[in-house]
């Protein structure tokens, strides 16, 4: 199993940025599938839930209504469209998906600045 996050960046307040999360070693249309994330000195937060189909999708409340999770099962690609970014926002992001055990990938750092 593999995962690899990308689309991490630098971005102004009010912006966007969309992030990828490539699998590999597994059957993504079989998995529900999670964004999380890390802030310095924080603990990990839950940021959003995609289920195999797409047909529920949930988000936490930091990110509700600004963040959108989506799938694309024939290209082994979950994203996560990131809208009206805020200071707070600022993490490192990981895909994540629980396959008799939890997988992450290596994250990637999005940094939003005031």
């Known amino acids: 199993v593999q995962l690899v996050e990308s689309g991490g960046g630098l971005v102004q307040s009010g912006g966007s940025l969309s992030l990828s999360c490539a699998v590999s070693?597994?059957?993504?249309?079989?998995?529900p599938m999670w964004w999380y994330r890390q802030a310095p000195g924080k603990e990990r937060e839950y940021v959003a839930?995609?289920?195999?189909?797409?047909?529920?999708?949930r988000y936490g409340d930091s990110v509700k209504g600004r963040f959108t999770i989506s799938r694309d099962n024939a290209k082994n690609t979950v994203y996560l469209q990131m809208n009206s970014l805020k200071p707070e926002d600022t993490a490192m992001y990981y895909c994540n998906v629980f396959i008799g055990l939890d997988y992450w990938g290596q994250g990637t750092l999005v940094t939003v600045s005031s």
């Open positions: 070693g597994f059957t993504l249309s079989s998995y």
């Open positions: 839930y995609i289920d195999t189909t797409s047909s529920i999708r």
